[in-house]
T-cell receptor, first 114, second 111 residues
């Protein structure tokens, strides 16, 4: 199957700082990638859809100015959590459609804001 | 999107087949049935998908009923490493569409 990587795999930061998470499709090109977050004991929730060369679209309730998404190339999308607060602590996961009608997910990035 | 219904949890003995059911009675003709699993603290892993016909790969088999209103994921010889949450998702295979996750089935494989 197709491979999606994320970096970093985990990050701890102080409240008020910004954190950038990278998502790369290693063996396929993705004009669209998706960002999810998952809180403990809950399922994945879509945050936003990242479109190469254009603005991301955000799900209702997700602040676009807080979660900045950049999709500068067909293999890289980044999510920046600006002015992070403890309530932003979560597991962030990206995905993209690979070959054969299948969506592949990254390994996730665990964010802890102190 | 078609809603799916899965049991909350299931147990399976190691070495036995694990059969995970999924109901999707409102599925549309162009919607696929996808199965993913999530092992603790990891991203979802693709398992298998199908439209009408039964499918098999190195990980599992997918059995879709003739009316397409339900399906079963079969792990032929479950191991302890198959312990995970399994998600059944019904979705059109369109690159612009995300996957919508429900609660899934927590499968515990026991020695």
């Amino acid at each position: 199957g197709a491979v999606v990587s994320q970096h970093p795999s985990w990050v701890i930061c102080k409240s008020g700082t910004s954190v950038k998470i990278e998502c790369r499709s290693l063996d396929f090109q993705a004009t669209t990638m998706f960002w999810y977050r998952q809180f403990p004991k809950q399922s994945l929730m879509l945050m936003a859809t990242s479109n190469e060369g254009s603005k991301a679209t955000y799900e209702q309730g997700v602040e676009k100015d807080k979660f900045l998404i950049n999709h500068a190339s067909l293999t890289l999308s980044t999510l920046t959590v600006t002015s992070a607060h403890p309530e932003d602590s979560s597991f962030y996961i990206c995905s993209g459609w690979g070959q054969q009608e299948t969506q592949y997910f990254g390994p996730g990035t665990r964010l802890l804001v102190l | 999107d078609a809603k799916t219904t899965q049991p909350t949890s299931m147990d399976c003995a190691e070495g036995r087949a694990a059969n995970l059911p999924c109901n999707h009675s409102t599925i549309s003709g162009n919607e696929y049935v996808y199965w993913y699993r999530q092992i603790h603290s990891q991203g979802p892993q693709y398992i298998i998908h199908g439209l009408k016909n039964n499918e098999t790969n190195e990980m599992a088999s997918l059995i879709i009923t003739e009316d397409r209103k339900s399906s079963t994921l079969i792990l032929p010889h479950a191991t302890l490493r198959d312990t995970a949450v399994y998600y059944c998702i019904v979705r059109v295979a369109a690159p612009g569409d995300d996957m919508r996750f429900g609660a899934g089935t927590r499968l515990t494989v026991k020695p």
